[in-house]
């Protein structure tokens, strides 16, 4: 995959890969940008989300599903058009089109539609016999701040209901969920929600380098970063293995870098 070797990297787990997942966000890539991506940053991504509801509108999805699959990269739809379904008391025509477009992972979500709890569980548990599926906490909507306790609770509720993964919202933008509007980081509920749930349970959406930065310094190369551009799957792997300036000491022997 390489051009050359360099010595004293850090040990970067290899897909197919149950840490160190890389989640990229299409929000609607043509074909031909997509047969660009994975020609050039395949073996880094391990899924692809079609954003929101970009897929209801993207040119030759099917083939674009498909050239994802063909490569290695799980595809699922971005949880708010599951709930645009839901909110048109149509969830079995989007259960339909899950099996139409051979997808084998599905993202349930409440960060659009006030959905409980309790109805949240249960659309994990109606879909985990079929799909492999991710469940999304936190709302798109700033003004919404749930307290660290309930981030912890409803986590693990959906990790018992069946959910694989759990992805912590942060939207394309970084500026809700775990992020404060200016994109900082809301530091004291990572550091709830790791004393709670395994790392590896987990994946964080961190769109920007800043803040794929600090999860890397967090917990090392191998944690599980979503919503990264297209644009920037090299640019995240060099940030983990070290090669970039803002990791470039941090897995490095302080002896040998003398």
Request: charged letters at 25%.
């Amino acid at each position: 995959m390489t051009n050359y070797q360099i010595p004293q990297l850090p040990d970067r787990l290899q897909k197919p890969r149950a840490a160190g997942l890389t989640m990229v966000m299409d929000k609607g890539l043509s074909l031909r940008q997509a047969e660009d991506l994975i020609s050039v940053a395949a073996p880094y991504i391990d899924f692809i989300k079609l954003g929101w509801s970009t897929s209801y509108l993207t040119p030759q999805l099917a083939d674009k599903v498909r050239l994802y699959q063909q490569a290695g990269v799980s595809v699922f739809f971005g949880g708010t058009l599951m709930e645009v379904f839901i909110a048109r008391n149509a969830f079995d025509d989007f259960r339909r089109l899950l099996d139409r477009f051979a997808l084998s992972h599905v993202e349930v979500s409440s960060g659009s539609l006030d959905l409980s709890l309790e109805d949240k569980i249960g659309y994990i548990r109606r879909l985990k016999s079929h799909f492999t599926v991710l469940s999304e906490i936190g709302s798109k909507d700033s003004s919404k701040i749930m307290a660290p306790y309930l981030w912890v609770e409803h986590i693990r509720s959906e990790l018992e209901a069946g959910s694989t993964l759990v992805i912590t919202e942060a939207r394309e933008s970084g500026t809700v969920g775990i992020y404060r509007p200016t994109g900082e980081i809301r530091t004291g509920l990572i550091d709830e929600i790791l004393h709670a749930i395994p790392a590896e349970k987990l994946l964080f959406e961190a769109p920007h380098k800043a803040q794929q930065t600090w999860f890397i310094k967090l917990l090392g190369p191998n944690v599980n970063l979503g919503n990264v551009d297209p644009n920037e799957v090299i640019g995240l792997e060099t940030l983990r293995l070290g090669l970039r300036g803002d990791t470039f000491f941090d897995f490095l022997n302080p002896i040998e870098a003398n």
